[in-house]
C-alpha cells in the first residue's frame, strides 16, 4: 500500500483548479429520489434501511465502481436521497483524485505532511474537497492504522433536509 502514496503526492502536484460544476447525484441517482428510485438505479442489492443520525442508510456490498464492485451508502432524509458514501479501494486513492479534480475541480487539500500522518499514525484523517464543496474524499486510519477512503456526494440541500426531518428519527 505505501507504493500508493508517492502517487497520491504526485497527484496533487499536477492538479490545477478546473471550472467548478456541481454534483447533481451520482450516474443516473439524483439527489432529492425517493428509495425506490434510487435502489432501481444502483444497480446493486441494497439492504436497509436502517436508522442512523441523519435519516435513514441503505447499504450495497456490491456496487459497481470503477474497475469493480465495492461498498457503497446510500443516505435519505425525508425519503430524499440526500448523500452516497463509496469506499473506494486505497490503492485506487490518487486515480479518484485525479478523475474528481478533472471533472469538477479541487477545491482543498491537505499537505504532504498531513497524508504522511494518516499513512504513519492510527487514528488520523484528511479530505479532499471537489466542484461546490458537496464531494469530498476522506482518507484515514484507523486506531489499528489501517488506511481507508471513502468518496462521499452531499446534495447542496442535505443539511436543511435532515434539520427539517430531525423530529422523524
Known sequence: MKKSFPLLASALLILTCHGAQAASGFRDMDFGSSPDVIKQHAHCTMTGPVKVEIGEMYQCADFPFESGVTNAEFFFAGNQFIRLGIRVPVDNTAETINSLAKKYGLVSAP???????????????????????????????????????????????????????????
Open 111 to 169: 499537505g504532504e505532511d498531513q497524508i504522511t500522518a494518516v499513512r504513519t499514525t492510527p487514528g488520523q484523517s484528511v479530505m479532499f474537497t471537489f466542484g461546490d464543496g458537496n464531494i469530498a474524499l476522506y482518507f484515514a486510519s484507523d486506531s489499528q492504522g489501517s488506511t481507508s477512503t471513502v468518496l462521499l456526494f452531499s446534495s447542496p440541500d442535505a443539511k436543511a433536509l435532515q434539520d427539517a426531518h430531525a423530529d422523524d428519527l
